[in-house]
Each structure stands twice: as C-alpha cells, then as structure tokens.
C-alpha cells in the first residue's frame, strides 16, 4: 500500500466538445427537464490536490455548474480522540494531514478522504508527529489511514476492550489508536519484526504518553504468539492482524489460540485491488489471503465477513470475525 502524490489532473470531453478549462474546478450536472440523453458521458478530473473536486456532465445540449469545495468544519470536542495517559495530547487537536494518496486509488476517493477526516477525525500531536517522525526514518507509508485508525479505535471502546493483540506495529500509529480505547488498567501487546519500526514506535508510544500501557515485542510474530500462549498469557479481547499476507493462515490460527468467545479478530487488506477474487492469482499477498478465507469458513468456532474499501489507501478491505464457543 505504499503510497504516492496523486495523478497530475486530467480532464475529458464529452460528446467531442471541448473540455473545461481547469484553472476553476467545477462540478456540474445535466439541466433542463426530463432525463439526460443515454449517451451523456460523464467525466471526472481532479483540478486541484487541495480539495476542490470537478466534475462535467453533459446532456441534451445544456450544462449546469456548481463548485464543490471541501473545507473542515471548526474542531468539535466530541470528536476528539481521549489521551488519557498525558503526552503531547495536552497541546490540543489539530486536523489530520490529508492521506497519502495509493498509486491504485482514484483521486476523487483520496478528496473524500481528505474532507472524512478534516470533519471527523481531528488529530493531536502524538498522531501527527507519529507519522512525521515514521517518514523521517524511511518507514514505509503503509500505516492505516485516518480515519481507519479511528474506525480500529472505536471498535475497540465498542467492544470495551481491555486486552488488545496488534501483529504488525510499523511506527505506532495505529497501537496509539488502540491503546487509547484501553481502560486505566488495559493492556496492548504488539509485535514487529523489524528492529528500526520497532525503535520509532516505542518512541512514538512514549511521547504519546503510552509506554506504560502498550509493549512492543522485537521478532517474528510467529515466534512472539509461541511465546505468548507458552506464558499463558490472559486472553485477548481484540486482535489485529496487519503483517505479511502470507502468514495471514498462521497469525488467524494463533490468534484462536489466544482468544476467548466474544473477542474479535480484525484483518486488514484482504482484498487486494480485487485480486482476492483470482483463483488462479500467482501473487503471495492474495493466496495468503485466501487461504485464509479457507480456513475461516471452514472454522466453525467463528462468524465472519469481509468489506471491500476505497480511500486514499486504494482498494482494499478488511475481515472482521467474532470468536465463538469451542
């Protein structure tokens, strides 16, 4: 999911007319009475990566224009997302950077994006500097968006979660969203490979004010979810599983192993631009994938379904599955 700057803008015609010229973005729709004609194209161009979103449609000989433009709201309080442990949290909200556009994302799902997260999901300091700081030391911008760190976020209080499971930690950025669902006495356990990832998200954790309640275990997942059921370690009331596809099976088989019923088990990128539908795909990330839709259907201590996504992430999805009794 690595990502880039959006397309250079583009604009079509319809119908053979000349295209709008692209210095003021508009979005317009067919006028006059009754239908537009069948054979009215409509077209899509991202004038501006700023937040203005043009659009011309034509039909029967006439059209009209109306300018969209997408401009935060003033932060509100209830969107806010709680810091309880102190941190840069304390230095007040600021609105979300806009989500690095997919190079496989159409411009216009990164400017929905864009305005999701101005109006819905402000961001503090520990967020921001988070992700400045993952850049700064090469990390690659695979981290969860906005707004999906917010979704992981609420899930977590929903299901009042106080023992979360993260397999793959990158550079924090998504364990700051969990950890700051847990309760005072909560607890998140999360594991990387990657020593370098594992340095910055301890840091970004510590400035976040979450060292104390979220631990990063250096290794590989495998091996750390060994270590884990050989401690007898307390169940988990939520995992997420966002690490190498092809070990999605093993992660999944692990997890059950430290769950209990009524925990809930997330999976991200399982659709892979559509290619988890392609029996015959060669691709490593999407037989992982479906090999781990085999083993969850055939699974009958679980319940689950899948959601395909677009955003500024691409197209992509995640599996969301409730543990049940043995």
Do not use: C
């Not at 999407?286 to 691409?314: F, H, M, P, W, Y």
């Amino acid at each position: 999911m690595a990502a880039s700057a959006p397309s250079p803008s583009r604009t079509k015609t319809a119908r053979g007319r000349p295209a709008a010229k692209p210095a003021a973005p508009v979005a317009s729709r067919a006028a006059g009475k009754g239908r537009a004609s069948a054979k009215a194209v409509a077209s899509r161009s991202i004038v501006r990566p700023t937040g203005s979103v043009a659009r011309t449609v034509s039909g029967k000989g006439t059209t009209a224009s109306a300018r969209l433009k997408l401009k935060p709201k003033p932060e509100q309080k209830a969107n806010l997302v709680p810091a309880p442990r102190g941190g840069n949290a304390s230095r007040g909200a600021r609105p979300a950077a806009a989500p690095a556009a997919h190079p496989h994302a159409d411009p216009l799902w990164s400017v929905v994006d864009q305005y999701l997260v101005a109006q819905l999901v402000p961001q503090d300091a520990a967020l921001t500097d988070a992700l400045r700081d993952s850049t700064s030391a090469g990390l690659p911008t695979i981290n969860v968006a906005p707004n999906q760190g917010k979704f992981l976020h609420l899930l977590a209080r929903i299901h009042r979660a106080r023992r979360i499971l993260e397999i793959g930690t990158l550079g924090g950025y998504s364990a700051i969203w969990l950890a700051r669902a847990l309760p005072a006495d909560g607890r998140l356990i999360t594991l990387e490979i990657d020593p370098k990832h594992a340095e910055v998200a301890r840091a970004n954790l510590h400035r976040a004010g979450l060292a104390d309640v979220a631990e990063v275990r250096l290794g590989r997942a495998v091996e750390s979810l060994a270590n884990l059921v050989a401690e007898a370690a307390a169940p988990f009331d939520l995992v997420f599983i966002d690490a190498d596809k092809p070990s999605n099976p093993d992660y999944f088989s692990w997890a059950l192993k430290l769950t209990r019923p009524g925990s809930v088990i997330i999976v991200d990128n399982v659709v892979r631009r559509g290619l988890v539908a392609d029996a015959a795909s060669t691709d490593l990330n999407v037989i992982g994938v479906r090999r781990l839709n085999d083993l969850i259907a055939a699974e009958k201590r679980v319940s689950a379904t899948s959601v395909q996504t677009v955003g500024s992430k691409g197209h992509d999805g995640f599996t969301l599955i409730v543990v049940g009794e043995s």
